[in-house]
């Protein structure tokens, strides 16, 4: 995927730079005393069951924090470090709502809700290349004034809420709750008041598109360093996990996207550490790729010499699924 600059990386993020940039704040919020899931969420994947239970942990519970966290971004439609100046005590909610923004305007512009130019030359101003929601903008400029509960539950409902199923946006939907006294969303704990201003902030932000660091655009992450420890660790506790406690990793069919079903193709895999896949032309499935990778294949070109997090021992797991405590640590 290549944005409106034809840099690759997801096709909301316009970011014009052709180096690897981050931020330590999100739309002006502050990450750098934000902590990163610690050990507590790390032994709780080795909790898991199944494939599906092993991908949910470590893609939504582990995984998803560190690419607002480590990569940030700036040039949104709000500057929250100079709002929160004024109302300091949103910040909870925004600082909740920012790691947020980057699935939320994923959501939109799959939907068409979010918009991008379709070609822009490096030397277009970013000003002139922004992805923006015409609709949603009109919408709030023409409620600038009267604002309605009922203009504002449709906009938090068809940009906010009906995505609310998507697994990154958990928390979020926890901070946006139905009344049914009222008939409109607010937000959790707040008055009506407080509740319209933040779910307007909320809509401002989803509004417009910003310059995010490759490392939170996904299709762009690949193109920071820090994204290879960060992911190959998933690997590791895979391999622990097939190893140590036999994890079925089989699954079946998922949704309609092309590639996540256990037997889909997955393009361009045709060559698995030097293994090329037959007839030429034809890609590995996820089932021949779990075959392929099982730790106990003697033609598996690495291994890891080391299953221990040592740094974590003494330390409980978040979650204990399976009735048993999570070894930190493999030893044969």
Same mark, same amino acid.
């Given at each position: 995927?290549?944005?409106?600059?034809?840099?690759?990386?997801?096709?909301?993020?316009?970011?014009?730079?052709?180096?690897?940039?981050?931020?330590?704040?999100?739309?002006?919020?502050?990450?750098?005393?934000?902590?990163?899931?610690?050990?507590?969420?790390?032994?709780?994947?080795?909790? $898991?069951?199944?494939?599906?239970?092993?991908? *949910?942990?470590?893609?939504?519970?582990?995984?998803?924090?560190?690419?607002?966290? #480590?990569?940030?971004?700036?040039?949104?439609?709000?500057?929250?470090?100079?709002?929160?100046?004024?109302?300091?005590?949103?910040?909870?909610?925004?600082? &909740?709502?920012?790691? @947020?923004?980057?699935? #939320?305007?994923?959501?939109?512009?799959?939907?068409?809700?979010?918009?991008?130019?379709?070609?822009? *030359?490096?030397?277009?101003?970013?000003?002139?290349?922004?992805?923006?929601?015409?609709?949603?903008?009109?919408?709030?400029?023409?409620?600038?004034?009267?604002?309605?509960?009922?203009?504002?539950?449709?906009?938090?409902? $068809? =940009?906010? &809420?009906?995505?609310?199923?998507?697994?990154?946006?958990?928390?979020?939907?926890?901070?946006?709750?139905?009344?049914? *006294?009222?008939?409109?969303?607010?937000?959790?704990? %707040?008055?009506?008041?407080?509740? @319209? =201003?933040?779910?307007?902030?909320?809509? %401002?932000?989803?509004?417009?598109?910003?310059?995010?660091?490759?490392?939170?655009?996904?299709?762009?992450?690949?193109?920071?360093?820090?994204?290879?420890?960060?992911?190959?660790?998933?690997?590791?506790?895979?391999?622990?996990?097939?190893?140590?406690?036999?994890?079925? @990793?089989?699954?079946?069919?998922?949704?309609?996207?092309?590639?996540? @079903?256990?037997?889909?193709?997955?393009?361009?895999?045709?060559?698995?550490?030097?293994?090329?896949?037959?007839?030429?032309?034809?890609?590995?499935?996820?089932?021949?790729? &779990?075959?392929?990778?099982?730790?106990?294949?003697?033609?598996?070109?690495?291994?890891?010499?080391?299953?221990?997090?040592?740094?974590?021992?003494? &330390?409980?797991?978040?979650?204990?699924?399976?009735?048993?405590?999570?070894?930190?640590?493999?030893?044969?």
């Amino acid at each position: 995927a290549r944005n409106s600059y034809g840099l690759c990386t997801m096709g909301y993020n316009n970011n014009p730079s052709i180096y690897i940039t981050r931020s330590t704040s999100i739309c002006g919020i502050s990450t750098r005393h934000d902590m990163l899931p610690g050990c507590e969420v790390l032994l709780g994947t080795l909790h $898991s069951r199944d494939m599906m239970a092993l991908h *949910s942990k470590t893609e939504y519970h582990l995984h998803f924090e560190f690419h607002p966290l #480590l990569g940030g971004s700036w040039e949104c439609a709000l500057d929250l470090r100079k709002v929160l100046a004024e109302r300091p005590n949103y910040e909870r909610e925004m600082g &909740v709502f920012v790691r @947020s923004l980057q699935p #939320l305007w994923y959501a939109n512009y799959y939907k068409n809700k979010l918009q991008c130019p379709d070609y822009c *030359s490096l030397e277009t101003k970013y000003e002139d290349c922004m992805c923006v929601d015409e609709d949603l903008i009109e919408s709030l400029a023409s409620q600038e004034h009267e604002l309605s509960a009922d203009a504002i539950n449709d906009m938090v409902e $068809s =940009r906010l &809420v009906q995505h609310f199923d998507m697994p990154a946006l958990a928390t979020l939907k926890a901070l946006v709750e139905w009344e049914p *006294s009222t008939k409109r969303y607010r937000i959790t704990g %707040r008055n009506d008041e407080d509740s @319209s =201003r933040i779910l307007l902030m909320m809509l %401002r932000l989803v509004s417009t598109g910003a310059k995010m660091s490759p490392f939170m655009s996904p299709l762009g992450s690949h193109n920071d360093p820090v994204f290879w420890p960060v992911h190959t660790n998933f690997d590791k506790i895979w391999t622990f996990m097939r190893l140590a406690k036999g994890l079925d @990793s089989t699954w079946g069919k998922v949704g309609k996207i092309k590639g996540w @079903s256990f037997d889909d193709p997955l393009e361009p895999m045709d060559d698995a550490y030097g293994i090329y896949r037959k007839p030429s032309g034809t890609y590995f499935t996820n089932r021949e790729l &779990v075959k392929l990778f099982d730790p106990a294949l003697p033609e598996l070109p690495y291994l890891y010499d080391d299953f221990a997090y040592s740094h974590c021992d003494g &330390v409980e797991a978040e979650a204990e699924a399976d009735g048993e405590g999570a070894s930190t640590s493999l030893r044969k």
